[in-house]
């Protein structure tokens, strides 16, 4: 069966650093395009990042280019994303994403094939 399983997510305060993993099993990891997806408290789904499948191209939300470092290791089907100075609003559940398509937009969980189950990410100030 499919699974994307995050984890690395917890509390940091402001100026702090996490690294989220999206462990991928039951598919053809190496063939996707992967994302990361947030969604903060009272709001809708929020782009973040993405990476081609090969892993030479990476993407970034205005929001965290600068800040955030997306990266995959098809050898060990897992996607990673580093956050460096976290910021109040990065406070959301992060989700990884897979599709065959390059998307820099997310309107609906339904644009992707496979999501993860999220992990929390909370920054205090």
């Known amino acids: 069966q499919v699974q994307l399983v995050e984890s690395g997510g917890g509390l940091v305060q402001a100026g702090g650093s996490l690294r989220l993993s999206c462990a991928a099993s039951?598919?053809?990891?190496?063939?996707?395009?992967m994302y990361w997806v947030r969604q903060a408290p009272g709001k809708g789904l929020e782009w973040v990042s993405g990476i081609n499948p090969g892993g030479g191209r990476t993407y970034y939300a205005d929001s965290v280019k600068g800040r955030f470092t997306i990266s995959r290791d098809n050898a060990k089907n897992t996607l990673y994303l580093q956050m460096n100075n976290l910021k109040p609003e990065d406070t959301a559940i992060y989700y990884c994403a897979a599709d065959f398509l390059f998307r820099l937009t997310v309107l609906s969980r339904s644009e992707y094939r496979y999501w993860g189950q999220g992990t929390q990410v909370t920054v205090s100030s």
């Open positions: 039951g598919f053809t990891f190496s063939s996707y395009w």
